[in-house]
């Protein structure tokens, strides 16, 4: 079946350390975003890619950064510049076009040690 | 900016009704309705394209008023399911057609027995 893989499911991060989340999808999908989920804030965007080799700042990109070398894996890497990092971390994936819904992977849970 | 959904929580009996509204300060080119369990990934419900143009997902249903850049969720005769926080994704209309979704603070809904 098609979906989106995120892993891993918990990772715990040292200060000042950095650390890289993993998404990949079979769902052939063109579009990949990352979002980060806080209690009582919703989902907020960091990045965002509508193709390969091409990305986008979203919201609240400071302290991350992100690469789409294959239209199957869009990682995440939370820099040590990433003051608050400790959140919920949603991948999503869809069809270009702006007329499909978003496909969610299961999320990482990121704590700081 | 992100859009405002009210209520923010709203506690029901199972068989009521329910109406979640989402709000944007900016010109809309869709709404998508999400509904998140705890812990889990957000669940596409449904998406609107059109001014409003209502949608329909069994005893869940959706508007779009894209004159006042505003959606409702309604749900009808709520079950156990039903229970989860549910998000409206606003995509802005940047001269065209956006993949890009900002997403409202949530509303949690729980349904009791």
């Known amino acids: 079946d098609g979906g989106i893989t995120q892993s891993p499911k918990y990772l715990f991060r040292k200060e000042g350390q950095n650390v890289t989340l993993s998404c990949e999808q079979n769902?052939?999908?063109?579009?990949m975003y990352w979002y980060r989920q806080d209690p009582g804030q919703g989902l907020r965007l960091i990045y965002y890619s509508q193709i390969v080799n091409d990305f986008q700042k979203g919201d609240i990109a400071e302290g991350y950064s992100v690469s789409r070398e294959k239209k199957e894996s869009f990682p995440l890497t939370v820099t040590s510049a990433q003051k608050n990092p400790t959140a919920f971390y949603l991948c999503?994936?869809?069809?270009?076009?702006?007329?499909?819904?978003?496909?969610f992977g299961s999320g990482t849970r990121l704590t700081v040690v | 900016q992100q859009p405002v959904q009210s209520p923010q929580a709203v506690i029901l009996r199972e068989g009521e009704d329910a109406v979640i509204n989402c709000s944007s300060s900016k010109a809309l080119y869709s709404v998508h309705w999400y509904r998140q369990k705890h812990g889990e990934a957000p669940v596409f419900l449904m998406i609107?394209?059109?001014?409003?143009e209502q949608k329909g997902h069994e005893k869940i249903s959706a508007s779009f008023n894209e004159k006042k850049q505003q959606s409702s969720l309604y749900l009808t005769a709520s079950q156990l399911s039903y229970s989860g926080t549910y998000f409206c994704?606003?995509?802005?209309?940047?001269?065209?057609?956006?993949?890009?979704?900002?997403f409202g603070t949530g509303t949690l809904l729980a349904v009791q027995p």
């Open positions: 994704g606003t995509g802005v209309a940047y001269g065209g057609a956006t993949n890009k979704l900002i």
């Open positions: 609107l394209l059109k001014g409003g």
């Open positions: 999503a994936s869809t069809q270009t076009g702006g007329r499909y819904g978003y496909t």
């Open positions: 769902l052939n999908h063109d579009a």
